[in-house]
């Protein structure tokens, strides 16, 4: 009930808050309104860029470092999870995006930190090695002027 009310306090008079844009406060419950209304949100996510890039390059220099310190202490839960969790946040984040060869790069480390998790075993140092050399591929991408939708980044495991 809360927060149906919450979407109807920022509906738009007169128009409809699926065709609104890219106001980056109302993109939440205007998600949530296009939802409940079945619509799909036009939303120009070009606009996001400047955050996505900001946001990618600081979860990638994390991973980086935590990768870095599991590396070093491969019985540390924490930084597994911690590896986990920031995999996960770039492969939602580039997915959102368009970003698919990023995202779906990440989607594939994020299962192998899983299956690692599940299977409580060792990672194979030639393993995290390929995901240190793919995780700086991305992150070059990333910082680059252009990031590219069609490089390849393939990881071996």
Excluded at 4 to 25: A, E, N, R, W
Excluded at 54 to 82: C, H, M, P, W
Excluded at 118 to 145: C, G, Q
Aim: hydrophobic share 40%; glycine share 4%.
């Amino acid at each position: 009930m809360f927060l149906l009310t919450i979407v109807k306090i920022i509906t738009f008079k007169g128009s409809d808050p699926c065709q609104q844009g890219s106001d980056p406060l109302k993109l939440p419950f205007v998600l949530f309104q296009c939802i409940l209304t079945a619509k799909s949100p036009m939303i120009d996510m070009s606009s996001y860029l400047p955050l996505y890039k900001k946001t990618a390059t600081e979860l990638i220099t994390v991973f980086i470092e935590n990768l870095k310190k599991y590396r070093s202490n491969l019985n540390d839960k924490n930084i597994l999870f911690e590896l986990k969790r920031g995999a996960h946040s770039l492969k939602s984040q580039s997915l959102i995006m368009g970003f698919n060869n990023i995202g779906d790069t990440f989607k594939a480390i994020e299962q192998y930190f899983n299956a690692i998790n599940e299977k409580n075993t060792t990672p194979l140092k030639a393993h995290l090695e390929e995901v240190h050399r793919v995780t700086k591929e991305i992150k070059k991408n990333i910082e680059s002027e252009k990031i590219s939708r069609s490089a390849e980044f393939v990881i071996k495991l």
